[in-house]
């Protein structure tokens, strides 16, 4: 199960949120032996650039196996304090342009559902980039090739 961390802070690196996601793995001492804990598989953190308003945000994306063991997480630390920021976690969900209902449905939406959508929630203009080991990747490819 794939697990987001929202609202990183700027100066985090991939290891400090293996760190971070590691802790809440190990067993307690108080817990039975057969709990279920579970390990990291794969972990990114994600850079959303939205030059409209100027901002820059981080987030986390962290596969956690198995999936009882990624509610754990997602129970113990949703609202813990990472670094300076509190952090929000919770399931991540992958989602497709191609299963999106407004693009795809042949049928005429009825007027109601019109007038309740003003405008489109979502950002048109973000640059999303995801960070391998704190740089980016295509200042890592640059640093490869110039060696």
């Not at 804990?37 to 596969?63: F, M, T």
Request: charged residues 25%.
């Amino acid at each position: 199960m794939e697990v987001f961390i929202r609202r990183l802070p700027n100066s985090t690196t991939r290891l400090d949120l293996m760190q971070f996601l590691s802790i809440a793995l190990k067993p307690k001492w108080y817990r039975l032996q057969f709990a279920p804990l579970g390990h990291l598989v794969h972990c990114e953190i994600c850079r959303i650039d939205d030059p409209i308003n100027k901002l820059v945000e981080y987030h986390g994306i962290a596969k956690i196996e198995p999936p009882s063991a990624a509610k754990m997480i997602i129970n113990q630390l949703n609202g813990e304090f990472f670094k300076t920021k509190q952090v929000e976690v919770r399931k991540f969900f992958r989602r497709s342009i191609n299963r999106d209902r407004r693009r795809t449905s042949l049928a005429q939406p009825s007027q109601a559902i019109l007038e309740k959508r003003k405008q489109d929630r979502r950002r048109p203009q973000i640059h999303t980039e995801f960070l391998t080991a704190g740089v980016t990747s295509d200042s890592l490819a640059i640093h490869t090739h110039s060696l």
